[in-house]
């Protein structure tokens, strides 16, 4: 089985070998007598219960495999312009659940709706200017140690694509931050085993002079050091960190 790209372009397909193991046959016709009669047939409530799952199971198919689905909530894609970002710089999405229901001699969709808190689209930069409140002009001057544990504690985990390979648009999931500047940390060069800092290597390697020189970099798989500049975070990622009375107080407004 081959499962297509989440969103296109950002990754690759990737294949898994399934194995489908016969476990046993649902008689649906149990439902309807009992749905029919209202007398629960005497030792079988499990069986009532597993042709609901049954049933749940099958309703929410198309829909979870169509859009977006955190926990319960189903998220269908939204416009841009319908976006709703609250002030201290999370997402906020507005979704829906549903479940089958045994009402009287009648079956029952319950449909409710339901919202969460995204992580924001877009250029690592201007996200984590949004996160904290600060002008661009702020961050070319850095961060301070508070700022990296918090950002830590939400980006950690993240995925996002790099878009400063034109062949090529890697994803990576964020490990967190490095300790030092893009200015101030090294590594050792592979291709003349000489250590450069990340700007340094940016600079000789892609002809890019960074301009957030003074912000720590993305850390990704076995050390791999990205400036946040040339980092993308993609859509549709739950907020990993916690929510402020302030920002809780403007989902409800936006909700109700």
Known sequence: VIIPPSIDGYNKPTQFTV??????EINLQVLRDYIKSGKEPEGLDD??????????AYINYKVRTSFLSVGRGIYPPIQGERRIL???GEELRKGFCQSLRIGWKELL??????????????????VIGTFLG?????LKLGLYDEDKFYLNKILKGIKIFVRHRDDKRETFTIDGLSRESADQ?????GQDDKNSTVSQYFQDTYGKKLEFGKLPCIVAKKKIYLPLEVCEI???QPF??????????????HTC
């Open 47 to 56: 069986y009532i219960q597993t042709c609901v799952h049954a049933l749940n």
């Open 240 to 253: 990993r960190g916690n929510i402020s009375d302030n920002a809780r107080a403007e989902m409800i407004k």
């Open 185 to 189: 940390t090294t590594f050792k060069n």
């Open 109 to 126: 969709v319950n449909v409710d709706t339901c919202s969460g808190i995204f992580c924001p689209p877009g250029n690592v930069v201007n």
């Open 19 to 24: 194995k489908i193991a016969y476990h046993k």
């Open 134 to 138: 600060y002008s661009e002009s702020d």
């Open 234 to 236: 993609i859509p549709d």
């Open 86 to 88: 609250l002030q201290s």
